[in-house]
């Protein structure tokens, strides 16, 4: 089973206090600056909606947003051009990337310290029916890589898996540390 | 883009025609000459067009950052997909929907694609269809062989040829309408789809269809062909027909349908359609397209001429099998429920209660109810779609259409099963209230997302929505019921012209800046399937636009006699006044930088992608000052044209125009004299040859409308030819504003 286009999202803790309206300057400002090695081109703004992909920084190989699906308000990188390298690596990309943006908004003044990683919560998926259906098959078939990215994401710490059941969703996966963890301590674990 | 693509047109494989899968192919290998410099690039672009695969905005590969202009760096590099249009740019997919009507199962899969291929969002237009943006060329083929695996179809959704045939979402249920108009709706879709007779179109051609006179829900009046369904007696017996109109549209400059037939037959309405296509095809303007629509031609022949050439038409056509044999399952069609007829549920709470009052409508059969969920900007998320099809398949036969408001409907909802139905749609957030109401905000994409967007109608139209929930505002019967409509350019997607309050993105400028502008429309009517247009009242900052809703409301409410309706209550009061009510907030408060961006955009506004906003040159005062007047001018023709002064309107809306172009002949040549003549050739020469007045999506169609009207000037002024100059002086002194903007302002790459 291969995992491409693969989408994270790190649930923030409090979501009620986060305003997303500053959230459209800063996307903004890093078109201007084009601050990650993929090419960034334009927002799309989705706050009208609610339980929607909320703000999102609409990129050449990847979006990156701050997304109220669910209503389970998290930062969520969506990798749509593929991405060379086995599972494993493309896992690791696509959460690197999505832990370097919560970094970044973490640290946006703007944001005035509000949003933030809940340091629990990371929801996996993989936007492509065909090549993963959300079925027992592709479960049991990514289950084991699955299982080897969250030991070294999380480092030994305990975790759970917890599967999306509704055939109609995209295949996915919330993976949640039993202990908090920061972006910072996330990413030197991938490192 | 994606990985899978390949592997889809197997998955698929039996699950659409041979002849569709065939298309399919053909446009998957085009897709792949293309990349390899094999198919010309213009070719290419109308191959996709014709299968509504449309370029998006910032797709020549520039985009202004808000202080400079970026190349986008696309891996592709310079490979096109259409003139100044790159091949990795993200475009918009136009999904054809006719009639509007969907079941569950294409709802699942229109949610899948929102999902894997777009933004999340599916977004209901004005015409029944979805788009999606963001959308990689390259994608487009899986997109449109997945659609085509559940019987929908992307064909001839854009392009020079017959667009998404749409038909009142209630037709069927409604208690006014004289006969159900989905089957013919239906048929006209299949029959005129790929048809050889409207392959050679010089532009798009919409028909509609409506079941009643009355309400808006078909808007035939301002379709290039509309049907009315309408009955008489034969031989003691109810035939059904259509009253036919034709040569309606909106754009820039809004044309009313004619009646073509005040009957025909339903087994004539195939035959008359294909005749009305050969004559467009044949005498429709094809070098000029902006003079290429229908409405062009109706008005050129006039309607008695245009009928009489369609009619000798009609004699040579070769009998076609299915101009009829629809006839009878048409008579017979009728939809089920899935549930018996209910009763009107006895306790219910206050939210219930308002939702009920504004989302429901009671159907002819008793004890059934349509259903509206409304759609803040026509946009619906994945998970919506999907939990809409468990819905439908849940309490109704899955019979569920989309709108010309940009909702959806459920039909046939059972009155006992009201309140389970409302709260399953209260757990997918899709129960608001408000449908057709002054919430219910209509718009176009705008500078969100269109090429051609001047303002941004979507930012408005949320924070108008914004307010008035933040406001929890309780609004007055009579203000409740009014409709705004926003677009973001002249070209009326979003339908400004028929509306109470209407909206169209203009630039004006203001000191050194570019500032976003909305010219208000008022008097517009709905009703009667768009029975009048709106006239332009004045230009406002974007950012005051929500305090121009606020008086007008206030205003409206405070002065309005018993029982008048806001197009009434615009009527009497008068366009003077009307416009003087507004004065105060058509400039932008000193000093205020925020009117310099537009809603949910903080870049500088600029009105193209290749200028930076900020400008380092002067101010021609001047020139200015001579817009200003020629503004001014046009406005007093209204006020003429309202008078019903015809002949003074139209010599009024000529001079403006006049006035406009010596103010730009002016800037190079000060001493250029007040003779019409000269001013005429002079602006040519500089401004129209060189190009410099020219529209970048439009090229010469501005200009074309000061030439026409100083060709005939001094001839007399017809009631609607005066009615189109007016439109067309409003729009050249609007465009006369853009290209002194645009001269004015250094241009940076």
């Known amino acids: 089973m ?63 947003s701050v997304d109220n699906t669910d209503h389970r308000l998290g930062v969520r990188y969506n990798r749509k051009a593929a991405f060379d390298g086995s599972n494993f690596q493309r896992l690791e990309q696509a959460v690197r990337a999505a832990l370097t943006a919560c970094q970044r908004l973490e640290q946006e003044p703007r944001m005035g310290g509000k949003l933030r990683f809940n340091g629990q919560e990371i929801e996996l998926f993989v936007n492509d029916r065909l090549l993963a259906p959300n079925n027992d098959a592709s479960r049991a078939a990514a289950g084991p890589e699955l299982q080897t990215f969250a030991k070294k994401l999380f480092q030994g710490g305990e975790y759970s898996l917890d599967y999306q059941q509704d055939p109609r969703r995209l295949f996915g996966v919330l993976m949640k540390c039993s202990e908090k963890l920061s972006t910072s301590a996330l990413l030197q674990n991938l490192s | 883009m994606k990985v899978s693509n390949g592997q889809w047109k197997e998955a698929l494989s039996g699950k659409m025609t041979e002849s569709l899968a065939r298309e399919l192919d053909i446009y998957e290998s085009e897709i792949a000459l293309r990349k390899q410099g094999k198919i010309d690039e213009r070719v290419f672009a109308e191959t996709r067009l014709r299968r509504g695969t449309y370029g998006q905005r910032y797709d020549n590969g520039q985009r202004h950052d808000g202080s400079r202009v970026q190349q986008m760096a696309y891996p592709s590099g310079d490979l096109t997909k259409g003139p100044m249009t790159m091949w990795d740019a993200p475009g918009m997919q136009r999904i054809k929907i006719p009639g509007g009507g969907l079941n569950a199962q294409q709802l699942e899969t229109l949610s899948q694609l929102a999902e894997e291929y777009s933004d999340g969002i599916a977004h209901v237009t004005t015409r029944q269809d979805f788009q999606l943006h963001y959308v990689h060329i390259e994608n487009t083929p899986t997109i449109m062989r997945r659609l085509a695996a559940v019987n929908i179809t992307t064909r001839e959704a854009c392009g020079n040829s017959v667009r998404n045939v749409t038909a009142c979402p209630y037709a069927g249920t409604c208690r006014d309408e004289v006969f159900d108009v989905t089957p013919y709706s239906r048929v006209l879709s299949r029959f005129l789809m790929g048809h050889p007779d409207c392959q050679n179109f010089g532009r798009k051609f919409k028909p509609a269809f409506s079941g009643c006179a009355q309400h808006a829900c078909g808007l035939t009046n301002l379709h290039d062909l509309g049907f009315i369904a309408v009955t008489r007696e034969e031989n003691g017996l109810e035939k059904r027909g259509f009253a036919v109109y034709v040569g309606g549209g909106l754009g820039a400059v809004p044309y009313q349908a004619k009646l073509f037939d005040s009957f025909v037959p339903v087994e004539e309405i195939l035959p008359l359609a294909q005749s009305i296509a050969r004559i467009y095809a044949k005498l429709g303007e094809k070098k000029n397209r902006n003079r290429a629509r229908i409405k062009f031609l109706v008005q050129d022949l006039g309607i008695a001429k245009f009928k009489e050439l369609v009619l000798e038409e009609r004699k040579t056509l070769p009998p076609d099998p299915r101009w009829t044999e629809f006839v009878d399952d048409a008579e017979r069609f009728e939809e089920q429920p899935l549930k018996p007829a209910g009763e009107w549920p006895a306790e219910i709470s206050e939210a219930f209660k308002n939702w009920v009052k504004t989302n429901t409508r009671p159907q002819k059969q008793e004890g059934y109810v349509v259903v509206t969920v409304t759609l803040p900007l ?206 105060d907030l058509t400039k932008p408060p000193a000093g205020d930088r925020s009117f310099f961006s537009d809603w949910g955009d903080p870049r500088e506004y600029t009105l193209s992608d290749h200028a930076v906003g900020e400008c380092a040159g002067e101010v021609v005062l001047p020139v200015e000052f001579e817009l200003t007047a020629a503004e001014r001018e046009v406005f007093e023709a209204q006020i003429a044209f309202e008078n019903e002064e015809v002949e003074r309107a139209g010599k009024m809306a000529y001079q403006a125009m006049v006035h406009a172009a010596k103010a730009l002949v002016k800037v190079e040549m000060p001493d250029v004299n007040d003779d019409p003549d000269q001013i005429a050739i002079e602006f040519r020469r500089r401004y129209f040859d060189t190009q410099k007045f020219w529209d970048p999506f439009v090229g010469g169609k501005f200009a074309s409308y000061f030439f026409d009207a100083h060709q005939n000037a001094g001839k007399p002024y017809t009631f609607d030819a005066t009615r189109y100059l007016i439109d067309e002086a409003q729009l050249f002194i609007d465009a006369a504003h853009s290209c002194n903007n645009k001269l004015s302002t250094p241009v940076s790459v």
């Not at chain 1, 201007?32 to 909606?49: C, I, M, P, S, T």
């Not at chain 2, 109704?396 to 409302?422: A, G």
């Not at chain 2, 905000?441 to 008035?468: F, N, Q, W, Y």
């Not at chain 2, 009242?537 to 309005?560: C, D, F, I, M, Q």
């Open chain 1, 2 to 64: 291969t995992l491409q286009h693969v989408n994270v999202k790190l649930v923030v803790e409090n979501p009620a206090q986060v305003d997303l309206g500053p959230l459209i300057p800063i996307f903004h400002e890093w078109i201007q600056g084009q601050v990650f090695d993929e090419l960034l081109l334009d927002v799309a703004d989705y706050r009208h909606v609610t339980g929607g992909p909320g703000v999102i920084l609409i990129g050449h190989q990847a979006d990156y």
């Open chain 2, 378 to 583: 026509g946009d619906i998320t994945a998970n919506q779609l999907r939990s809409l099809a468990g819905i439908v398949r849940r309490f109704t036969r899955e019979t569920v259409r989309t709108t010309v408001e940009q909702n959806f409907v459920i039909r046939w909802v059972s009155l006992s099963d009201l309140p389970e139905l409302y709260q399953a749609l209260e757990a997918a957030e899709l129960a608001a209230p408000g449908a057709g109401t002054i919430v219910d905000i209509v718009t176009c994409p705008g500078t969100d997302t269109c090429k051609l967007g001047i303002s941004s109608s979507r930012g408005l139209a949320a924070e108008l929505r914004k307010e008035m929930e933040e406001t929890g505002a309780k609004f007055d019967q009579a203000v409740e019921s009014l409709h705004i409509k926003i677009s973001g350019c002249y070209n009326s997607c979003g339908q400004h012209h028929v509306a109470d309050l209407g909206f169209y993105g203009v630039s004006r400028k203001v000191g050194n800046y570019a500032v976003p502008h909305f010219q208000v429309v008022l008097g517009g009517e709905w009703e009667h399937n768009a029975g009048s247009y709106g006239l332009p009242v004045a230009a406002v900052p974007s950012k005051n636009v929500p305090k121009v809703v606020a008086r007008l409301t206030e205003r409206y409410l405070a002065g309005r006699a018993s029982g008048e309706s806001f197009q009434s209550f615009v009527k009497r009061s008068g366009k003077v006044a009307m416009k003087s009510m507004l004065e």
